[in-house]
C-alpha cells in the first residue's frame, strides 16, 4: 500500500472510531438523546394548569380552561393504553382564584374521584377557600363545592396536596386563618394544615401541623409505611425558609424538623416548593434552593420514612428556575424532572438518581417557555413510561402539551 493510500485508510479509521465514541457519549451540554413520544392531549387552546395523577390502577390528567373574560372551567381525562380519553367537564365559575402556581388537582381511590378548585370568598385579591369537589364510585354526577376548612376567614387558602388513603383521602395545605388582621392591626403567619377526606367529602382528623410557614411554595405529601410525611417551606423569624418536615407516626404527628439546613435567608416567598414520593419506608424529596447565592435543584433519600435524610445529592446548579417533580422507581432509585437552561433555552430537564448519588446524564425532555405562564410541569412514571405534561405557551395562546420517555432510555 503507498503512502497515499495509507494516510487515507489512517483518516478513514480516525474518523469512524471518532463517531462511534461520539454516538455512545452523552451529548453535548451532558445531555442524551432519547425518544420522546407526543400523544395527543384532550385539551383545547386556552388551556392550562396541567395536573398528572397516577396510582397502580389509573392515571389522569386534570387542567383548566379560560372561557370568556372571567369564567374559567376545570376538566380532566384519563389515560388508557397510552391514550387519552374524551374529556370531561367537573364544573365552571366566575367567582375562582386562578393562579400559574396553585392549580386544581384530581386524585382516584378505588373507583372514587376527588378534585378541587380555589373559590374567591371576598371581592379581596387573596381572600379564597379550597373548595372540593366529589365523584363517589356509584355515582353519576360530581358533588361540588364543599369545604376542606370551615374557619370562614377572608384570608388565602390554597397549595393543596392530595394522595389516596385508606379508604379516601389525605390532604394538606396552606391555610391563612390565623394572617386575618385583629383589633390591633396585627396579623399572624400562614400555617400548614393537614386532614382525611373520605368519599363523600367528609373532613376528619384536621390538625395544625405548622404555625409559621412561608406563604405560597406548594406543600408536597406522601404515605410512608409509617404513616403521612407532609413536606413544605417553612419561615423563620430571621426569613430563613428552608424545607421541613412533619411526620405522622402512630397517630402522633412529629415536631416540625428541617429537611437540611440550607440556610436560604429571603424576604419574600420564592413560589417553588417541594416534591416527595415513598414506597415503603424509602422517602424521596426534590427541592430548589438559592442558599449562598447558589441556586440548584437537590435531592434526597430517607430509608426511616423520613426521620431522616442522607446528605442532598445536587442535580443541577447554575441556571435553574426548579419547578421540581419526584418519582420513585424502586427502594434504590428516582426520577427527578425540573427546569432548567442551556444556551439560552430554558428547558424541560429529568434524570435518574441512585439511593447510592449515582446521577444518569439528564434527558432534555421539551424546550419550554421560562415564564409564570408555563407553571410547573409534571411527571410520572407509568408502566414502562415516564410521562410528562406542560403548558406551552405562544403569543396568543397556551395549550397543554403531553408526552412520554420510554423508562430505559433513563
Given at each position: 500500500m503507498?503512502l497515499?493510500?495509507?494516510l487515507v485508510?489512517?483518516?478513514l479509521?480516525?474518523?469512524?472510531?471518532?463517531?462511534?465514541?461520539?454516538?455512545?457519549?452523552?451529548?453535548?451540554?451532558n445531555?442524551t438523546?432519547?425518544?420522546?413520544?407526543?400523544l395527543?392531549a384532550?385539551?383545547?387552546e386556552n388551556?392550562s394548569?396541567?395536573?398528572?395523577?397516577?396510582n397502580?390502577?389509573?392515571?389522569?390528567?386534570?387542567?383548566?380552561?379560560?372561557k370568556?373574560?372571567?369564567?374559567t372551567?376545570l376538566?380532566y381525562?384519563?389515560l388508557?393504553?397510552?391514550?387519552?380519553q374524551n374529556?370531561q367537564?367537573?364544573?365552571q365559575?366566575?367567582d375562582w382564584f386562578?393562579n400559574?402556581?396553585d392549580?386544581?388537582?384530581i386524585?382516584?381511590n378505588?373507583?372514587?374521584?376527588?378534585?378541587h378548585?380555589?373559590?374567591?370568598?371576598t371581592?379581596?385579591?387573596?381572600?379564597?377557600?379550597?373548595?372540593?369537589?366529589?365523584k363517589?364510585?356509584?355515582?353519576?354526577?360530581?358533588?361540588?363545592?364543599?369545604p376542606?376548612?370551615?374557619?370562614?376567614?377572608?384570608t388565602?387558602?390554597g397549595f393543596?396536596s392530595i394522595?389516596?388513603?385508606?379508604?379516601?383521602?389525605f390532604?394538606c395545605?396552606l391555610?391563612g386563618r390565623?394572617?386575618?388582621?385583629?383589633?390591633?392591626g396585627?396579623?399572624?403567619?400562614?400555617t400548614?394544615?393537614?386532614?382525611?377526606?373520605?368519599?363523600?367529602?367528609?373532613?376528619?382528623?384536621?390538625?395544625?401541623?405548622?404555625?409559621?410557614?412561608?406563604?405560597?411554595?406548594?406543600?408536597?405529601?406522601?404515605?410512608?409505611?409509617?404513616?403521612?410525611v407532609v413536606?413544605?417551606r417553612?419561615?423563620?423569624?430571621?426569613?430563613?425558609?428552608?424545607?421541613?418536615?412533619?411526620?405522622?407516626?402512630?397517630?402522633?404527628?412529629?415536631?416540625?424538623k428541617?429537611l437540611?439546613?440550607?440556610?436560604?435567608?429571603?424576604?419574600?416567598?420564592?413560589?417553588?416548593?417541594?416534591k416527595?414520593?415513598?414506597?415503603?419506608?424509602?422517602?424521596v424529596v426534590a427541592?430548589?434552593?438559592e442558599?449562598?447565592?447558589?441556586?440548584?435543584v437537590?435531592?434526597?433519600f430517607?430509608?426511616?420514612?423520613?426521620?431522616?435524610?442522607?446528605?442532598?445529592?445536587v442535580?443541577?446548579e447554575?441556571?435553574?428556575?426548579?419547578?421540581?417533580?419526584?418519582a420513585?422507581?424502586?427502594?434504590k432509585?428516582?426520577?427527578?424532572?425540573?427546569?432548567?437552561s442551556?444556551?439560552?433555552?430554558t428547558?424541560?430537564?429529568?434524570?435518574?438518581?441512585?439511593?447510592?448519588?449515582e446521577?444518569?446524564?439528564p434527558?432534555?425532555?421539551?424546550t419550554?417557555?421560562?415564564s409564570?405562564?408555563t407553571?410547573?410541569?409534571?411527571?410520572?412514571?407509568?408502566?414502562?413510561n415516564?410521562?410528562?405534561?406542560?403548558?406551552?405557551?405562544?403569543?396568543?395562546?397556551?395549550?397543554?402539551k403531553?408526552?412520554?420517555?420510554p423508562?430505559i432510555?433513563f
Open positions: 503507498n497515499h493510500k495509507l485508510v489512517s483518516v479509521i480516525s474518523l469512524f472510531f471518532n463517531c462511534k465514541e461520539h454516538v455512545n457519549t452523552p451529548a453535548e451540554n445531555t438523546k432519547h425518544p420522546l413520544v407526543y395527543t384532550p385539551t383545547a388551556s394548569l396541567p395536573y398528572l395523577f397516577s397502580e390502577q389509573k392515571t389522569f390528567l386534570s387542567w383548566v380552561t379560560k370568556g373574560d372571567t369564567a372551567a376538566h381525562a384519563e388508557v393504553n397510552n391514550t387519552w374529556s367537564t367537573i364544573l365559575g366566575d386562578v400559574w402556581a392549580f386544581p388537582m386524585a382516584e378505588n373507583g372514587n374521584l376527588w378534585s378548585v380555589l373559590k374567591k370568598s371581592k379581596d385579591t387573596y381572600s379564597y377557600d379550597v373548595k372540593m369537589n366529589v363517589p364510585k356509584e355515582a353519576q354526577e360530581w358533588q361540588t363545592d364543599l376542606l376548612h370551615t374557619d370562614g376567614t377572608p388565602e387558602h393543596v394522595l389516596p388513603y385508606k379508604d379516601g383521602f390532604s395545605w391555610d390565623n394572617t386575618e388582621e385583629n383589633e390591633a396585627e396579623r399572624g403567619a400562614m400548614v394544615r393537614a386532614a382525611e377526606i373520605d368519599v363523600n367529602g367528609g373532613v376528619t382528623v384536621e390538625k395544625e401541623l405548622d404555625a409559621r410557614t412561608c406563604d405560597c411554595c406548594q406543600t408536597t405529601a406522601a404515605i410512608t409505611a409509617n404513616g403521612p413536606l413544605y417553612d419561615r423563620s423569624t430571621e426569613e430563613v425558609r428552608d424545607i421541613y418536615i412533619v411526620r405522622n407516626v402512630a397517630g402522633e404527628w412529629t415536631t416540625p428541617a437540611h439546613n440550607d440556610g436560604w435567608k429571603i424576604k419574600g416567598c420564592p413560589v417553588n416548593g417541594p416527595a414520593a415513598a414506597i415503603k419506608n424509602t422517602l427541592w430548589f434552593t442558599a449562598q447565592q447558589k441556586p440548584r437537590q435531592l434526597a430517607s430509608q426511616d420514612g423520613g426521620a431522616n435524610f442522607k446528605v442532598p445529592i442535580i443541577e447554575g441556571k435553574v428556575l426548579g419547578r421540581v417533580d419526584v420513585l422507581i424502586d427502594e432509585n428516582a426520577l427527578v424532572s425540573w427546569m432548567g442551556s444556551e439560552n433555552k428547558q424541560l430537564k429529568a434524570m435518574k438518581v441512585s439511593l447510592s448519588g446521577k444518569a446524564p434527558l432534555v425532555i421539551a419550554i417557555d421560562a409564570r405562564k407553571g410547573f410541569p409534571q411527571m410520572e412514571r407509568i408502566g414502562d415516564v410521562h410528562f405534561a406542560w403548558t406551552a405557551v405562544t403569543p396568543t395562546a397556551t395549550t397543554i403531553t408526552a412520554y420517555v423508562f432510555s
